[in-house]
């Protein structure tokens, strides 16, 4: 039987994210058929640091990452 699993996380923790997904392939025994993802950037408003010759500031970017599998 052909499933989905997905994962969210953010890009400065890309990291745990792919942790977790192999955690979940390992230790679900899945056959991976397809694996797609996306990341989408925050657009709330900027935090403007004191030092004024400094960049804006972004909060990082959601990332969905969609395994699709077939149950072992």
């Known amino acids: 039987m052909q499933q ?5 996380g ?3 923790a890309l990291s745990t994210l792919e942790a ?4 979940w392939l390992a230790e679900s025994g899945a ?3 397809h ?3 996306n990341i989408a950037p925050q657009s709330g408003p ?4 004191s030092d004024s ?3 804006p500031d972004y ?6 990452l969609v395994v699709h599998y077939r149950k072992p």
């Open 4 to 8: 989905i699993k997905i994962f969210k």
């Open 10 to 12: 953010i890009e400065n």
């Open 20 to 23: 977790d997904v192999n955690a």
């Open 31 to 33: 056959e991976v058929l």
């Open 35 to 37: 694996i797609f993802g």
């Open 46 to 49: 900027s935090v403007v640091k």
């Open 53 to 55: 010759r400094a960049h």
């Open 59 to 64: 909060p990082p970017s959601d990332v969905l």
